[in-house]
């Protein structure tokens, strides 16, 4: 077909012939798209003046114009329309999924404005997937869709409400906070950090009526959990309306049957920090050797000398670490509400966190 034949079909079928349009259909080739819409949707975007810049990408990409680019740079928000996000794309459906990425972004990112974002399409490198490009932007998360109850300057927990927050949290505790970004942005979880030392770091999802569960408790390095300080943890989520999922502990050493039989534990809430018999043995000697202290403490001194925290817990100002440790841990066995009926657990979580709070005192005035 000539070009003038070309030009005499073009405007009896459309009844135009707009700028670019004969070369782009030039550019498809000899065969026919398979879907006849399409050639449709080509017309328009060269016909109307709203879809310039759709008509200019598809121009700039190099080689035959295909079925699959005409779908991309059609259902591409007008955002992403650009070369270097054409060229990254290989279907229609992944145009959609780019374009359902943008709009969490920009819910969940007060610094993800139009101009910012094309500005950085535009510097996009050779080697940055979309991927990458998308993850760097969610990493700017400051308005997650969601977050539990508690107060924001609660003394003993920090609800990570931002991808900054996350990541700090992911140097500290040396974890992937930082990978969870997206769970948080979507609504998904959230990532809570028990202050008190040692610390440790609570993975809460979000239930279908709004409410959460604590599903896991993770450690510094995703060492091991201590139970004691777990329980902690669990009870004050516990008072601010997040129950733990179940340890499956109906029975009695139910972790040392799992590991004898060979199974799992099955996933989730396997490391909420909840004590077994198996804990309980192991902490035999430590607890024996805080008693020990505890009784020469008072026969030997009386009273405990120093600072008046200090001596809410019977302890010497100027005692060493091992030892502060061991009468942390006597008092956390004696009060922590889990070993309480169910009438005086109110009671004990109150004196619990009282404990733990001139424990951090303590730690914090020592350095420990």
């Known amino acids: 077909m000539t070009i003038t034949r070309g030009r005499e079909f073009i405007q009896g079928v459309f009844g135009e012939v707009p700028g670019g349009f004969p070369g782009v259909l030039t550019r498809i080739g000899p065969d026919p798209l398979p879907d006849p819409g399409l050639y449709l949707i080509l017309f328009k975007m060269f016909a109307s003046p709203q879809h310039r810049v759709r008509r200019d990408v598809l121009r700039q990409h190099g080689g035959p114009t295909t079925a699959t680019q005409i779908r991309i740079i059609h259902r591409l928000d007008p955002v992403l329309v650009h070369k270097n996000v054409l060229e990254r794309l290989q279907s229609a459906s992944e145009a959609e999924d780019a374009n359902a990425a943008l709009a969490l972004i920009r819910n969940t990112a007060l610094s993800a404005t139009e101009d910012a974002i094309r500005q950085a399409i535009e510097n996009l490198g050779d080697k940055i997937d979309l991927a990458t490009f998308l993850n760097r932007w969610l990493a700017k998360m400051d308005r997650p869709p969601a977050r539990p109850l508690v107060p924001e300057n609660d003394p003993e927990v920090a609800v990570m409400t931002s991808g900054e927050a996350m990541a700090s949290l992911g140097r500290r505790f040396r974890n992937c906070a930082t990978t969870r970004v997206v769970y948080a942005a979507v609504g998904f979880e959230v990532l809570l950090e028990w202050k008190p030392s040692p610390g440790l770091v609570a993975q809460c999802h979000r239930l279908t009526d709004g409410g959460w569960v604590l599903t896991d408790i993770h450690a510094k390095a995703n060492g091991r959990v201590d139970p004691v300080t777990a329980?902690?943890?669990?009870?004050?989520?516990?008072?601010?309306?997040?129950?733990?999922?179940?340890?499956?502990?109906?029975?009695?050493?139910?972790?040392?049957?799992?590991?004898?039989?060979?199974?799992?534990?099955?996933?989730?809430?396997?490391?909420?920090?909840?004590?077994d018999d198996n804990d309980l043995d192991e902490l035999g000697s430590d607890l024996e050797a805080s008693r020990r202290f505890a009784k020469a403490n008072a026969s030997e001194r009386g009273e405990a000398r120093g600072h008046p925290v200090f001596r809410r817990v019977g302890l010497d100002q100027d005692c060493p670490r091992w030892i502060a440790e061991l009468v942390r841990r006597e008092y956390r066995k004696r009060l922590h509400p889990d070993a309480k009926p169910s009438h005086l657990k109110d009671e004990a979580t109150s004196r619990f966190l009282e404990m733990e709070r001139t424990f951090g005192e303590i730690w914090k005035m020592r350095g420990f």
Request: with cysteine; proline share 7%.
């Open 231 to 275: 329980a902690a943890f669990r009870s004050k989520l516990a008072s601010c309306g997040i129950p733990a999922l179940s340890p499956g502990s109906m029975h009695p050493r139910t972790s040392g049957i799992l590991s004898l039989l060979g199974v799992g534990h099955g996933g989730l809430g396997a490391n909420l920090g909840f004590e």
